[in-house]
């Protein structure tokens, strides 16, 4: 059994791992080594709707995106409806640009179905593979989950081809005409934690969780209807009374200013004059079916990091429970509450408010007690586009770091001159007192390390030294936005200092002289 110069006994070499780790039965080896040879493929070439009169019409994935951009080109001038399977809404809402809601449906819905897997593309001493995350065709996304499945499938990367391919393969004999099912939360991490299984299985079965055993009924009374709630918080009678006032002094003579989620009523309105508006705080009436709730601005948003990769890789930022549980699965991962009311900085270059962090560079030269240096000079990450929380997916807007691709994207930036338009951005910031900030909150971090023995905390050796990165962001204490509060990101061990070098020829040899050869220069370091 062999293909040219890459006959089976490579293909094990290369991929016996792989075959072992996805549970592929040795006695299928050899089958599969054919089927990706010679591309034989056995995924279905047509798919079975509805029976009626008609003729069953079999395409392909291909046909089918020709056959709707064909339609959506000849249907330009029309205000017919396009017939659309729901199997490509994905495509058209990029085509035809549908509204966020649908954009955001699909967004959260493609958790039931995303797999991974992971790829090491060059060997890094401390860092694991980049995990992949990749939705299956129409085909593959329509086996449904069972905990009683008869079918495996699992991702194969294939190094001939340099591309993955989902190996599907039988676990038990199934009949004529049975229908194909598989577990979803069959994968590494439910197998090491079995116990987690009813909570990694919510993405697919939330709907089903609930509470199973007889419930004696008894007559409610008043705690009933208090408990799993907080109580109305309405105006206080001062509040309402400043209320009353200005609704008597509305200006009747303009139209009326109508904020609402349906519009069967409002569409009917012929002498009345109003005017929709979008944001509710400027609206004279909220006309709404749904209960009308103003929460305490409280955001439910996280940012997800794998325990051991930097350069934001493998890093999302989230509200959606789902996609958090299943980023479990390419790696141990850490999540952190995410910064929602960030200090913002104004990017001359495209006019965008964008988040920043800075990066400083910490010497550590002993612990207990700790004596520690920063690197007075520090450098800016700019992230590109406008802040906002309304799309999380958005790198560009959420993320800082991008140094190690497009280069264009970049902000380059020196310390005196991000001192000078912070502080002209944002008046009530004076940077020598926000500087003293961060050095309390590198300190504290440090003692918070240093305090305990290995293995709760750092060794002490007085042969060692250490030099980190660490990242630290600002945030607004309140919402006036009056006072800065400095936050660590996250200390990382031998940072990429290519930058540092090339903005600062001195910095090589600070480093040096402060680790090594108690020279402490303090125009350029200082003690925390």
């Known amino acids: 059994m062999e293909f040219g110069d890459y006959r089976f006994e ?79 809404d994905a495509r058209l809402c990029y085509v035809v640009k549908e509204n966020d809601t649908v954009v955001d449906e699909i967004l959260r819905k493609m958790w039931q179905y995303i797999q991974t897997y992971t790829v090491r593309f060059k060997p890094e001493i401390d860092e694991e593979g980049m995990p992949v995350w990749y939705i299956m065709d129409e085909f593959g996304v329509r086996i449904s989950h069972s905990d009683t499945p008869n079918v495996r499938v699992v991702p ?35 197998r090491r934690q079995p116990d987690w299984r009813r909570f990694l299985l919510v993405p697919w079965l939330e709907k089903e969780f609930e509470l199973k055993e007889e419930i004696q009924r008894h007559p409610p009374d008043e705690n009933f209807f208090i408990s799993g709630r907080s109580l109305d918080m309405l105006p206080s009678e001062a509040a309402q009374q400043v209320a009353a006032e200005a609704i008597k002094k509305r200006d009747l003579s303009r139209p009326l200013r109508i904020y609402a989620d349906g519009l069967q009523m409002i569409e009917s309105l012929s002498e009345v004059k109003y005017e929709e508006v979008s944001n509710w705080r400027i ?21 997800i990091k794998p325990w051991n990769l930097a350069r934001g890789m493998d890093m999302f930022v989230s509200d959606d429970i ?84 497009d280069d264009d994207k970049v ?13 002209a951005a944002h008046p009530c910031i004076k940077w020598s007192t926000v500087q003293k900030q961060i050095n309390q909150v590198l300190r504290s971090a440090l003692d918070a390390a240093c305090k305990w023995d290995p293995p709760r905390g750092m060794a002490k050796n007085v042969q060692s030294r250490a030099m980190y990165g660490a990242d630290v962001m600002l945030q607004w204490a309140g919402k006036e936005e009056k006072e800065v509060q400095p936050t660590l990101l996250e200390f990382n061990f031998m940072p990429d200092c290519e930058r540092a070098i090339d903005y600062y020829p001195e910095f090589a040899d600070t480093v040096f ?16």
Not at 66 to 86: G, H, N, Y
Not at 411 to 423: R, V
Not at 513 to 528: A, D, Q, S
Request: some cysteine; glycine content about 4%; charged content about 25%.
């Open 10 to 88: 490579h293909f094990l070499h290369g991929h016996k791992d792989q075959l072992e780790a996805g549970g592929i039965p040795p006695e299928l080896w050899g089958s599969l080594y054919s089927k990706l040879m010679q591309q034989a493929d056995d995924e279905c070439v047509f798919v079975d709707h509805e029976s009626d009169s008609d003729q069953d019409v079999t395409t392909t994935d291909e046909q089918e995106r020709l056959k709707v951009e064909e339609k959506l080109q000849s249907s330009s001038d029309s205000t017919a409806d396009i017939p659309r399977p729901e199997s490509i």
């Open 156 to 190: 194969l990367y294939f190094i001939p081809h340099n591309a993955a391919y989902s190996v599907v393969f039988l676990t038990k004999e199934i009949a004529d005409g049975e229908e194909i099912c598989r577990d979803y939360a069959d994968n590494a991490l439910a």
């Open 283 to 303: 609206a004279d009436v909220l006309w709404l079916k749904r209960h009308f709730r103003e929460y305490e601005g409280l955001e439910n948003i996280w940012i």
């Open 322 to 405: 789902r996609q958090i549980i299943r980023l479990t699965e390419s790696g141990p991962k850490i999540a952190c509450k995410y910064i929602e009311h960030p200090v913002l900085f104004p990017r001359t270059d495209n006019h965008c408010m964008v988040k920043f962090d800075l990066r400083y560079i910490v010497f550590v030269n002993q612990v207990r007690p700790l004596r520690a240096y920063v690197y007075n000079n520090f450098w800016i990450r700019f992230a590109i586009n406008e802040f906002s929380l309304h799309r999380l997916d958005d790198i560009d807007t959420h993320f800082t770091v991008f140094n190690y691709g």
């Open 411 to 423: 902000l380059q930036m020196k310390c005196p001159d991000f001192i000078k338009q912070i502080e």
């Open 513 to 528: 002289r402060t680790l090594f050869m108690n020279e402490i220069n303090t125009k350029l370091v200082t003690e925390i």
